[in-house]
Nanobody, 117 residues
Framework: QVQLVESGGGLVQAGGSLRLSCAAS????????IGWFRQAPGKERESVGA????????FYADSVKGRFIISRDNAKNMVYLQMNSLKPEDTAVYYC??????????WGKGTLVTVSS
């Protein structure tokens, strides 16, 4: 059973930085793509970015491109989301997602990021 556990959320002032972590367990993730999503109050969940576990190009949503960086540590089964130059509109619950090549996917429970103006 795949388990994803996010951590690192919190309250930060606009312009600040946070690093979120996603701890993955329960599988060998070589055929997975790990993504970060977020859901702001009253809005739909949206993709922030994604990275293939085995390497390759990293995708970023336009809204975070140049400010957020996704990285991974395969040896530790960890994926990170470094968030810089945070804006109040980045306030959301951030979720880690693991998408298998066959289309099956898994979600973590999320971590709340609040950016104050």
């Amino acid at each position: 059973q795949v388990q994803l556990v996010e951590s690192g959320g919190g309250l930060v002032q606009a312009g600040g930085s946070l690093r979120l972590s996603c701890a993955a367990s329960g599988r060998t993730f070589s055929s997975y793509t790990i993504g970060w999503f977020r859901q702001a109050p009253g809005k739909e969940r949206e993709s922030v970015g994604a990275v293939p576990w085995s390497g390759g190009n990293t995708f970023y949503a336009d809204s975070v491109k140049g400010r957020f960086i996704i990285s991974r540590d395969n040896a530790k089964n960890m994926v990170y989301l470094q968030m810089n130059s945070l804006k109040p509109e980045d306030t959301a619950v951030y979720y880690c997602n693991a998408l298998r090549a066959n289309g099956r996917y898994y979600w973590g429970k999320g971590t709340l990021v609040t950016v104050s103006s």
